[in-house]
């Protein structure tokens, strides 16, 4: 091992290491951009809920107010047969059902007003809802297209990073390289790392003497007995 090897192995790492990154980031945007369109369509579900209780309400008051109407054409109804009326019983009867149709409608009167309250409430929370919903899908579209426009970057960087890796390699000898990449594909992980305070710097398990004094002399690459990665004395890079 000499300090050239290794600080072109430290090299690649980085540019490994960066690689690994922007695979992870890349391959995590579709999730991150489905996220953003269904947090969007929970907003318009949201809204058509708020459509539908408002559609409702209306249907409500309009079957009240037929009810009210039905009530006041009987109202008439026995009116005009009151007047027909040819004994007093059945002029006194004819009183009592105008007086409970009149008790009904008063009561229809009340719920239509509480009804038109409610719709008021609802057509307010409807409002809120369309704008929310507005927001929401403005909000997701322009985050899905910075995904994507990350996206590219990524992919330029990714390539750009690859093609430095391929001239990295060539300056390494094969046999370590392979050893690397090995140690690499397992961990996804720096597998080149420095001693600190006697200990490896991957698992920080304290290191033999004997591995130390490897590592420091430089006369050879020296693994962590623990973790199988590559140690080098920070001191000397």
């Known amino acids: 091992m000499n300090i050239t090897q290794l600080q072109s192995l430290l090299e690649l790492q980085k540019k490994d290491l960066t690689l690994i990154q922007l695979k992870k980031e890349a391959q ?14 929970g907003a318009t579900r949201q809204a058509e809920a708020a459509k539908q209780q408002v559609r409702e309400c209306e249907a409500k008051i309009k079957g009240i ?3 009210v109407e039905t009530a006041r054409e009987q109202v008439t109804k026995y009116k005009n047969q009151q007047m027909q009326a040819r004994t007093n019983e059945e002029y006194k009867a004819f009183e009592k059902e105008i007086a409970t ?11 239509e007003l509480e009804e038109m309250g409610r719709l008021d409430e609802l057509k307010t929370l409807l409002a809120h809802s369309l704008e929310l919903q507005k927001t929401s899908e403005a909000k997701a579209e322009e985050e899905v297209k910075d995904l994507e426009s990350r996206l590219l970057i990524i992919r330029s960087t990714f390539e750009e990073t ?7 390699i060539s ?12 140690l690499l594909g397992k961990k996804q992980d720096a597998v080149l790392v420095p001693i600190r305070q006697q200990s ?12 130390l004094h490897d590592a420091h002399s430089q006369q050879k690459w ?10 080098y004395d920070p001191g000397e890079v």
Do not use: N, W
Not at 222 to 231: A, D, E, I, K
């Open 28 to 41: 995590g945007i579709p999730d991150r951009q489905q996220k953003l369109r269904e947090s969007a369509q």
């Open 200 to 211: 490896c710097g991957g698992c920080h398990m304290k290191l033999t003497p004997q591995t």
């Open 65 to 67: 107010e037929v009810e």
């Open 101 to 111: 149709a009149g008790e009904k409608i008063g009561e229809l009167e009340d719920r």
């Open 171 to 182: 300056q390494i000898d094969s046999e370590i390289v392979e050893r690397y990449l090995v």
């Open 222 to 231: 020296t693994y962590c007995g623990f973790c199988g990665r590559l140690l």
């Open 162 to 168: 690859k093609a430095e890796r391929g001239e990295l």
